[in-house]
């Protein structure tokens, strides 16, 4: 299976939202509660590349199948070298090694930026993208309990980081 991984188009935007949807409804990977509608999506997309921030997709066969971004972590000045990344693929593309690419490509994407630090907030739950982190030398720093309400529940936001200098 050949992937290509390339920058985001606006076309793209409808597969994307269907994947962020698919998940704000059937898990906590994010804590919206939720589905965005293509126009926020799109809105959300603009702003971030408005900032020179990259929003990178993987193809195969023609299809998007997941798509991978960073943007700041914080809105202060002094955070400006610190970004929070968010990777997503497809269902039926899971362990197929994507996301591992749109990952590898985001951290080079952010050494080239001459960013210092990645941040992932993960729910503390998965367990998958918490062993997906550790794989490229994300460290957990910070347990934060009961950030999060969703399905009825307390969630608690796990914060890796990796250093890339």
């Keep these: 299976m050949e992937v290509l991984i390339r920058n985001y188009k606006k076309e793209d935007a409808a597969i994307l939202v269907d994947i962020i949807n698919y998940n704000i409804l059937n898990s906590t990977s994010l804590y919206d509660y939720h589905p965005r509608t293509l126009e926020n999506q799109i809105a959300i997309f603009e702003d971030k590349l408005n900032k020179g921030f990259p929003i990178i997709v993987a193809v195969v066969e023609n299809q998007v199948v997941g798509f ?7 809105f202060r000045e002094a955070y400006r070298f ?16 994507i996301g591992k690419l749109l ?4 951290i080079d994407l952010a050494k080239q930026q001459k960013l210092h630090t990645m941040i992932a907030v993960i729910d503390s739950e998965n367990q998958n993208s918490i ?3 550790e794989q490229f030398g994300f460290k957990t720093v910070a347990v ?7 399905f009825n529940r307390w969630l608690h936001s796990q914060l890796m980081q990796l250093l890339l200098e």
């Design 68 to 74: 991978g971004y960073y943007s700041e972590f914080r």
């Design 103 to 106: 990952m590898q490509r985001l």
């Design 131 to 133: 062993n997906f982190h």
């Design 82 to 97: 610190t970004v929070e990344h968010s990777v997503y693929v497809l269902n039926n593309f899971h362990g197929k090694g």
């Design 144 to 150: 934060l309990r009961e950030t999060g309400f969703k």
